[in-house]
């Protein structure tokens, strides 16, 4: 018998919990990259703890394909990092608001 | 280290809360991946350098890894080493490098640095609904091994791979073509143009040069202004015969 899955649960929401509140308050593009990470990590826990407490392989399949869009994630938002650091040096994501209406 | 401390403690509580339900090594197992991965995540949101940061997000993922071995998903826990540690972090600390942003500076700026409260009290929002929400609907609902079941004889890895290439083949196959779309997309946006850019334009123009046409810009060959008399001398028709 291993570790009850609330436990996993709770651990999952605190990593959620933590990388949302991140994404809110750090504005340095790439932190808040790294702090989407979190999420998705949190995320991930869930999935792999609920595919454990209802003997499902479907949740463990699902991290996989959260893991591949998570990398197609990353190449494309570091694209556009760079993109836009090229055009403008140490900006953060207050500055990049010239499409506000 | 310091999470290695902490997490010892922690065991021992969660040893005492449920004595007799799980194994000791298990809590001890569960302890310092929650004590690893809890200090990462706080280090990715508080650090101030953004390679601190990177750092902390790479001890959250190890702290994840060592979660997913404990529940049995070997496969996964391997991939999350190799994807998350090896390739996505690495990739952010090149970017990192690359823009040249490895100082440190504050965690927030700028005229949202009031609202910093209000972030903080949203994220433990987050959590307390996402907790209030599983505990109301005691934490899982739903019919059991609709998709194949994890236990059983057999391996992990293999039984995955069945699940994934047969049941989840029509995803697995989108994946790949997700994947190529991203390098491609990468690629479009990373590179430079291929003409001179706004400030090489700017001293061709200072040192009355003629201004390339803009066909000869979106064009693949590399015509820096400096070239261009030498490209002419050279009798390269196509080349001439785009210049106004």
Redesign the interface.
């Known amino acids: 018998?291993?570790?009850?899955?609330?436990?996993?649960?709770?651990?999952a929401?605190?990593?959620?919990?933590?990388?949302?509140?991140?994404v809110?308050?750090?504005?340095?593009i790439?932190?808040m990259?790294?702090?989407i990470?979190?999420m998705l990590?949190g995320v991930?826990?869930t999935f792999?703890?609920?595919?454990?407490?209802?003997?499902?392989?479907?949740g463990?399949?699902s991290?996989?394909?959260v893991?591949?869009?998570?990398?197609?994630?990353?190449?494309?938002g570091?694209?556009?990092?760079?993109?836009i650091?090229r055009r403008r040096t140490?900006a953060?994501a207050?500055d990049v608001s010239s499409l506000k209406g | 280290m310091t999470p290695l401390a902490a997490s010892a403690p922690l065991a021992k509580l969660?040893l005492l809360a449920?004595s007799g339900?799980?194994?000791a090594s298990?809590?001890a197992v569960?302890g310092v991946g929650?004590a690893l991965?809890?200090a990462g995540?706080?280090g990715?949101?508080s650090l101030r350098n953004?390679v601190h940061?990177?750092l902390s997000?790479v001890t959250?993922?190890f702290g994840?890894a060592l979660?997913?071995i404990?529940?049995?998903?070997d496969?996964?826990a391997a991939?999350?080493v190799i994807?998350?540690a090896g390739?996505?972090v690495i990739?952010?600390l090149f970017?990192?490098m690359?823009?040249g942003?490895d100082r440190k500076?504050a965690?927030?700026?700028?005229?949202?640095r009031s609202l910093?409260p209000?972030?903080?009290a949203?994220?433990?929002g987050?959590?307390v609904e996402?907790?209030v929400l599983?505990r109301s609907s005691h934490?899982?609902t739903?019919?059991?091994?609709?998709?194949?079941?994890?236990?059983g004889p057999g391996e992990?890895v293999q039984?995955?791979g069945q699940?994934?290439f047969t049941?989840?083949l029509l995803?697995?196959e989108v994946?790949s073509a997700?994947?190529v779309?991203?390098?491609v997309?990468?690629v479009v946006?990373?590179r430079r143009s291929s003409g001179p850019g706004p400030a090489q334009r700017q001293a061709a123009a200072r040192q009355g040069l003629p201004q390339p046409a803009p066909s000869a810009q979106a064009s693949a060959v590399p015509s820096a202004p400096a070239a261009a008399p030498a490209e002419v001398l050279a009798g390269a028709p196509a080349a001439e015969g785009e210049r106004p």
């Open positions: 018998m291993t570790v009850p899955g609330p436990w996993y649960l709770v651990l929401a605190c990593l959620f919990g933590i990388g949302g509140a991140g809110l308050v750090r504005r340095n790439l932190v990259y790294m702090c990470e979190l990590n991930n826990l792999v703890t609920f595919s454990r407490m209802l003997d499902d392989l479907g463990q399949a991290v996989f394909f893991l591949v869009v998570a990398a197609a994630e990353v190449v494309v570091l694209g556009i990092i760079v993109a650091y140490g953060t207050d | 969660a449920t339900v799980a194994n298990d809590w569960y929650t991965a809890v995540a706080l990715v949101v953004p940061c990177a997000l959250t993922l994840v979660l997913f404990d529940e049995g998903a496969f996964l991939v999350q994807v998350y390739a996505i990739l952010f970017v990192i690359l823009l942003v500076e965690v927030t700026q700028g005229k949202l910093v209000l972030g903080i949203v994220g433990i987050i959590v996402l907790l599983s934490w899982a739903g019919q059991k091994a609709t998709s194949g079941a994890l236990s992990n039984k995955l699940t994934i049941r989840y995803p697995f994946t997700l994947l779309v991203a390098v997309a990468a946006l990373v």
